[in-house]
Every structure is written in C-alpha cells, then in structure tokens.
C-alpha cells in the first residue's frame, strides 16, 4: 500500500467521506507537508480501494446537485488499514541502505571527499530543519498542532534532524583531527575526477524542504469508532 492510498483510507476510516472532503481534510490539515496527491489521484486511489473490497461506494443526494459518491471503510479494509499503520509502527529505521551504507564505504573516497560531501550533507540537512522546525511554529500558533499525528510526526522527525546533525558536527569535527588539512580548499592544481562529488551534491537540495521527511512517514491510524 502507497503512502497516499494509506492516508486516504485513514481518512476515510475516520468518517464516511466524500471525494472533494477528502481534499479539503487533506489542505485544512496540512498533510500536504507529508503527502504529494493531486486532486484526481484522490478519486483514482478511491476506486482502486473500492475495488479491492476496502472502500465501499453509494450514491447519496446532495441538495439540488447531482448525487455523489460517499465512501466508507468496509470491515476488510479496517482490517488491513490498522495491520499496515502496527507494522511501520513496529518496525525500527532499517540500517545498511542509504546514508549508512555511504558510511559503510567511507574507503571508496578520499579523506578531503568524505569531509566535502558530509559537509554538503549537514548544510542541506540545517537547511531542511530550519524550515521543519517553522513549519512546526506555524501549527503551533494556528492551533493545528494539536492532532496526535501531527505532533508525533514533527516532534520525531525534529529530534531524528537534530540528533544528526549533531552526530555530523562530532564527526566532522574528528575528521578533521584524523586528517587535518581536509576543510582547507581544494588545490587549484587538483585533477581529482572524483572532485565533482560535492559539486552535484550540492545542487540536490529540495525546493520544498519540508517534504524531504514526507517519504519516510505514513499517517498513524485513526482512533477506533
């Protein structure tokens, strides 16, 4: 199950919901901040759930408009919705993928590379917690941080950006001692084909920031009616 089709069921878990509910639910609370969904993905990802037996659909009357479509969550979906939220819940970040396996082969660069493109990555990774971190304010004094979820999504992913940030300062600042002369400019003179490492690096900050943090999170599921 996608990140997106496991927030629309959550929402619809919550509430029998119509198609452009699930839109507003989704802007008034912020959860464009975790999740890239377009309005028609909305209504594709409820006929694929409707589909698969989680989602059930009934025409219902709307004033003097046409009738829509309100969705509820079917046993089986309920079923699957909590079993998926308990395992990411369970499971640990895993290791040896990722940044930990870039550090499991620290050897394959040379000391002066390592200190560059760690460097790179702790100036983007302040970037993005910087913005978290107002992202986070800005719940607070609009008096939208007081969904569970929304509180343990900013408050987790804050502390996991701060404790890196300051392992990196640690680290780099050990590095240094190791191999001194690495945060010293490159030599004008050095061919190095390895030196545009941290010049491609550098370029691959997000536009929006505080979606970095949106594919490692998952809407938690919604209390039992």
């Given amino acids: 199950m996608t990140d997106a089709e496991?927030?629309?069921?959550?929402l619809v878990a919550e509430s029998p919901r119509r198609g452009y509910e699930l839109q507003q639910i989704i802007d008034e609370r912020g959860l464009r901040e975790w999740l890239t969904i377009g309005f028609s993905s909305i209504?594709?990802?409820?006929?694929?759930?409707?589909?698969?037996?989680m989602v059930t659909g009934q025409l219902q009357p709307e004033g003097r408009g046409p009738a829509r479509k309100v969705y509820t969550i079917t046993e089986a979906g309920r079923g699957i919705l909590q079993t998926a939220v308990a395992d990411l819940l369970r499971q640990p970040r895993s290791l040896g993928?990722?940044?930990e396996l870039g550090l499991a082969n620290l050897?394959?660069?040379k000391p002066r590379q390592v200190y560059q493109v760690l460097q790179h990555h702790r100036s983007d990774l302040l970037h993005n917690l910087e913005a978290v971190e107002k992202a986070w304010q800005r719940h607070q004094q609009e008096g939208t941080a007081n969904g569970d979820h929304i509180q343990a999504l900013y408050t987790h992913s804050l502390a996991l950006m701060r404790a890196e940030?300051?392992?990196?300062?640690?680290?780099?600042?050990?590095?240094?001692q190791r191999y001194p002369g690495v945060d010293t400019e490159t030599p004008k003179g050095?061919?190095?084909?390895h030196s545009a490492i941290t010049r491609v690096n550098a370029n691959t900050r997000a536009s929006d920031p505080v979606k970095m943090i949106q594919r490692l999170k998952r809407l938690p599921r919604p209390e039992d009616e």
């Fill in 6 to 10: 496991l927030t629309i069921l959550s």
């Fill in 43 to 53: 209504y594709y990802i409820l006929n694929k759930l409707e589909r698969q037996n």
């Fill in 97 to 99: 993928s990722g940044f």
């Fill in 107 to 109: 050897r394959a660069l």
């Fill in 165 to 176: 940030a300051a392992w990196l300062e640690d680290f780099l600042n050990d590095w240094i």
């Fill in 190 to 193: 050095d061919s190095d084909p």
